[in-house]
């Protein structure tokens, strides 16, 4: 399963709104109801955190500012304020079948 | 937490053993992953197992050259990477897949460990 995300690069102000797109080659629907897309962010220098499972739900400690959404073959992650401790590259991935998949990133950098 | 050891400066066609020592939770009820990122690059799920082994998967890039392994009793994870090649060159984390009946997230990943492989 290919994961396409957009944009690639997102400048961002702290304050304000923000919105990654991901789309995969097949739906990403499991038989038990669920969509298995998962949300990471790698802070710089840092090793990958998960931040959404199985689609909208927020993994332990994660502020309620990160919301995930979407369903069939199109997801989002929005992050209603950001704040400065959220700059870094955020990845989609699909945990519905081996290989799991990632998408190529979107780097978060403040403007 | 997961700690990685065992990276290093390998040449082309040489092997490797990476290992995750886990504490400060119940191993032997996890599933595991490894996954790499090469310099500069995105992340890149390899290989994962499940709780007793019953269960291994490998990505095509691996699949043939790499074997994952777990030993319980001593809460860690191992990777063997045989016939290394220089695209293998990456910061290989281990992590997690959160607890359940079917994996769907990794949920706690280590601070990885560097293999480079050149001549």
């Known amino acids: 399963i290919v994961m396409t995300q957009s944009p690639l690069s997102l400048p961002v102000t702290p304050g304000e709104p923000a919105s990654i797109s991901c789309r995969s080659s097949q739906s990403l629907l499991y038989s038990n109801g669920f969509h298995y897309l998962d949300w990471y962010l790698q802070r710089p220098g840092q090793s990958p955190q998960l931040l959404i499972y199985l689609t909208s739900n927020r993994a332990s400690g994660v502020p309620d500012r990160f919301s995930g959404s979407g369903s069939g073959t199109h997801f989002t992650l929005n992050i209603s304020t950001v704040e400065s401790d959220d700059v870094g590259v955020y990845y989609c991935?699909?945990?519905?079948?081996?290989?799991?998949?990632f998408g190529q990133g979107t780097r978060v950098e403040t403007k | 937490q997961l700690v990685e050891s065992g990276g290093g400066l390998v040449r082309p066609g040489g092997s490797l053993r990476l290992s995750c020592v886990a504490s400060g939770f119940s191993f032997g009820a996890y599933s595991l992953s490894w996954v790499r990122q090469s310099p500069g690059k995105g992340l890149e799920w390899i290989s994962s197992?499940?709780?007793?082994?019953?269960?291994?998967y490998y990505s095509d890039s691996v699949r043939g050259r790499f074997t994952i392994s777990r030993d319980n009793a001593k809460t860690s994870l191992y990777l063997q990477m045989d016939g290394l090649r220089v695209d293998d060159t990456a910061v290989y984390f281990c992590?997690?897949?959160?607890?359940?009946?079917?994996?769907?997230?990794?949920?706690?990943w280590g601070q990885g460990t560097t293999v480079t492989v050149s001549s």
């Open positions: 197992i499940s709780s007793r082994s019953t269960s291994i």
């Open positions: 992590a997690r897949d959160r607890i359940g009946a079917r994996p769907d997230a990794l949920d706690l």
């Open positions: 991935m699909q945990a519905l079948q081996a290989p799991w998949t």
